[in-house]
């Protein structure tokens, strides 16, 4: 008996990390899509997945059935971050790396008073269908559906990802950018067109975290995509900025570091495990600035 | 020698300025006009605090409204009368819990945990590359927030603390507004913020030609922390009771939003922003509040204002990227006018990127 409920545990733990951390390396890997092409950290990838929450929230309210939700709402958020860079970040091409983190800044705080003017500061309650909120047998034990399904569609999207990435030329072209832009560039790719569809990907992929976000908390408002962001944005550090498999293995890193820290952790010290995580942050920041699997690159 | 005339010259300039306003103020104002006017000047010490350091390095620091919140956490927790400490805070340590200072004595103690804290953080911070700094001082404001939040014995969490002294005045607020836009005039001015902006234009160049750019900086780093730690104390002991949500991102964005919309290579730059800054969102707090313009009744949404700062940042970053005042210093046009018309002729074209008055020496 015993035995069987530590091993209950132990399992539970290990599907809450492997869905945290999916979550996480969805929203990692949107941020390092756009860093490594255009070279920016761009902190307005949150409201895309308050854009997705409140699209699932307007649709939930007009009786659209879930399955509808759950595809419309990534695509909202892909041509919300398209417009992103469109209106915002396009002007502003050239400039400075602590300028252009400033925009984002600042369209962050558009976008989420935004929805603060339109739908109110009030948490709006949206219901998911039950079988997210369900116990799933799995084996001898059981673990949340919800923390399953995050865990199963996230590694699905980031195989398919995968899959467009290395065999399909528009893949190839986004990849050649993240290595060199200006080289790509020289070869014929066109640079606005590569930008365009890295947006797109990453809002697609904010969209489709945002799906689980809401079926974890049950309710969107506007400042909902602050708290992802920020666990994305310490992710693609912890895997390297202009990294793409190291941002997935940096959520998955952060997931885990969240469990393992709320299991351990004394009761006392345990509300201050974000600072631990970001002091590992800062840690790497200093002694291995291009992240766990970056390459190093020349000073200045 | 020049260079000290010119400190001199924009320094008092702005004080003068300052002492107008607050007459203005004193003499003409309305209740609310004075709350804005105190505001505003307890904002120059914050961004002329934070222009010290990211206005002469050019690294941008998204973490220094932390050095605001430790002071206004020191500041206020030694000098909540005991009698309201038992009722939030009795848990402090004695040394702490028995603490009943005065303003002035508990705007150097903040100014001193600020300092000292910034020297720690900086001496690790400050010998990253700018754009990792400026990613870890994200961190650092991040982590400053989980802890205030949550080391309850001391800041009393998310509650917040109560009950301190509200005794900051219009005059005292000029005063260190006064003494905050000088110290930095001096600091530009200086030999040393000097060197400091020079590793602004070229780190490398400046390391080459002798200057030690990680221990400049984080003497830059240390004596900003330690003025927007000044700042945060009086910004406690006039507004007497806030919680940790006040030093997150909401704060530091509206200190980026005054350095970069006036411009945030000058001191003037970084007075003129938060002078603008202050009186546009003032203006919007009060159609939020619901306003009548002639016959017309307009009431504009709650968070309008916010929205519309950072509407302000992104046309600046656009179209004015030196901010309003573009690089100037106040009296820097007279003083160009006053040599044109003693030299006739153009300096010299081969000075590109460098500050205009480094090139003047």
């Known amino acids: ?300 | 020698m020049k260079l000290v005339a010119q400190a001199a010259r924009t320094a008092g300039l702005l004080v003068g300025a300052f002492a107008l306003l607050a007459l203005l103020l004193e003499g003409f104002g309305s209740a609310t006009d004075l709350r804005v006017g105190i505001d505003f000047f307890l904002a120059v010490v914050l961004v002329v605090g934070l222009q010290i350091f990211s206005g002469n390095s050019g690294i941008v620091s998204f973490g220094h409204v932390a050095f605001m919140g430790i002071g206004a956490y020191v500041a206020a927790l030694v000098s909540i009368p005991v009698s309201v400490k038992s009722l939030q805070l009795a848990g402090l340590p004695r040394f702490l819990y028995h603490a009943q200072l005065s303003l002035l004595p508990a705007v150097v103690v903040a100014a001193l945990a600020s300092a000292l804290i910034a020297l720690v953080i900086g001496a690790a911070l400050t010998r990253m590359r700018a754009d990792t700094m400026a990613m870890a001082t994200i961190g650092l404001l991040l982590i400053f927030y989980t802890v205030v939040n949550n080391w309850t014995t001391v800041t009393n969490g998310s509650t917040g603390v109560f009950g301190v002294p509200s005794d900051v005045t219009l005059w005292t607020a000029v005063g260190f507004a006064s003494l905050a836009v000088t110290l930095a005039l001096v600091f530009r001015y200086a030999r040393i913020g000097l060197v400091v902006r020079a590793s602004r234009e070229d780190d490398l160049a400046a390391s080459a030609l002798g200057a030690d750019v990680h221990r400049l900086r984080l003497v830059a780093w240390t004596a900003s922390g330690a003025l927007v730690g000044v700042g945060g104390a009086l910004w406690g002991h006039y507004y007497a009771a806030f919680g940790p949500t006040a030093f997150y991102f909401t704060e530091m964005f509206a200190l980026l939003a005054m350095l970069v919309v006036g411009g945030i290579t000058t001191v003037s730059g970084a007075v003129t922003g938060a002078a603008f800054v202050s009186l546009v969102t003032e203006l919007l707090r009060r159609t939020e509040q619901g306003a009548d313009l002639g016959p017309i009744h307009v009431k504009a949404p709650a968070g309008l204002s916010a929205l519309l700062i950072g509407v302000l940042i992104l046309l600046v970053l656009r179209w004015r990227p030196d901010g309003i005042v573009g690089g100037i210093e106040l009296g820097d046009r007279w003083l160009r006018r006053a040599r044109r018309r003693r030299a006739p002729a153009p300096p010299p074209a081969s000075d590109a990127g460098l500050p205009a008055d480094l090139v003047k020496q």
């Open chain 1, 1 to 300: 008996m015993i035995v069987a409920a530590a091993g209950s545990e132990v399992a539970q733990q290990l599907v809450n990390a492997l869905g945290t951390g999916a979550t996480y390396a969805l929203l990692a890997l949107g941020l390092a899509m756009v860093f490594s092409i255009l070279g920016m950290v761009n902190f307005a990838h949150g409201q895309l997945v308050t854009v997705a929450g409140y699209t699932m929230y307007f649709l939930h309210n007009r009786g659209v059935p879930f399955a509808v939700q759950v595809v419309v709402a990534p695509l909202v958020a892909a041509v919300a971050a398209i417009a992103m860079e469109r209106l915002a970040f396009r002007p502003l091409r050239d400039a400075s790396f602590a300028t252009l983190l400033l925009a984002s800044f600042a369209l962050s705080i558009i976008l989420e008073n935004a929805f603060l003017i339109v739908a109110g500061a009030q948490p709006l309650a949206i219901t998911t269908p039950a079988v997210l909120a369900n116990s799933i047998a799995v084996g001898p034990t059981t673990v949340s559906a919800v923390q399953l399904y995050t865990a199963g569609t996230c590694l699905l999207s980031l195989i398919v990802l995968n899959v467009f990435l290395s065999r399909s030329t528009q893949g190839l072209g986004m990849r050649a950018a993240a290595g060199d832009f200006q080289a790509t560039r020289l070869v014929g790719v066109r640079a606005n067109r590569v930008i365009a569809v890295a947006f797109a990907i990453s809002g697609a992929m904010a969209g489709i975290a945002a799906i689980f976000i809401v079926a974890r908390r049950g309710t969107v408002d506007p400042a909902m995509g602050t708290d992802p962001v920020i666990a994305a944005f310490i992710a693609t550090v912890i895997g390297g900025l202009g990294s793409l498999s190291g941002a997935v293995v940096g959520g998955f890193v952060l997931g885990a570091l969240e469990v393992g820290f709320g299991a351990i952790l004394p009761s006392s010290v345990a509300p201050f495990q974000e600072a631990f995580s970001l002091l590992v942050v800062i840690a790497i920041l200093y002694i291995r600035p291009q992240g766990l699997l970056g390459r190093a690159q020349e000073a200045a």
